[in-house]
Nanobody, 119 residues
Framework: QVQLVESGGGSVQAGDSLRLSCVAS????????MGWFRQAPGKEREFVTR????????DYIDSVKGRFTVSRDNAKNTVYLQMNSLKPEDTAVYFC????????????WGQGTQVTVSS
């Protein structure tokens, strides 16, 4: 079955950096667009970023533009989220997601990894 396993979360200070990783298995990774969502305590889950199956297109929520970078390594079935200049408002559980190319809707979700940023 399909599995998305996130890692790299942790507790950091404001201004620090973290890199999240998500390893996918059970799917043909190169045929899937990948993304990241997050959910802060007491808030709705929100889209953060995505990268298309071919790595050509990336999108970001406005609040992370210029600070976060999404990338992928198809040889390793892995998508990354480099997070720089972290802010307390970035505190959330971060979820990796996968969507088959040329379709809408995210097909698969990971279990999430906690990121906590203190001021």
């Amino acid at each position: 079955q399909v599995q998305l396993v996130e890692s790299g979360g942790g507790s950091v200070q404001a201004g620090d950096s973290l890199r999240l990783s998500c390893v996918a298995s059970g799917l043909t990774f190169s045929q899937y667009s990948m993304g990241w969502f997050r959910q802060a305590p007491g808030k709705e889950r929100e889209f953060v970023t995505r990268i298309t199956w071919n790595g050509i297109i990336t999108d970001y929520i406005d609040s992370v533009k210029g600070r976060f970078t999404v990338s992928r390594d198809n040889a390793k079935n892995t998508v990354y989220l480099q997070m720089n200049s972290l802010k307390p408002e970035d505190t959330a559980v971060y979820f990796c997601v996968a969507r088959l190319r040329f379709t809408t809707g995210w097909n698969y979700w990971g279990q999430g990894t906690q990121v906590t940023v203190s001021s």
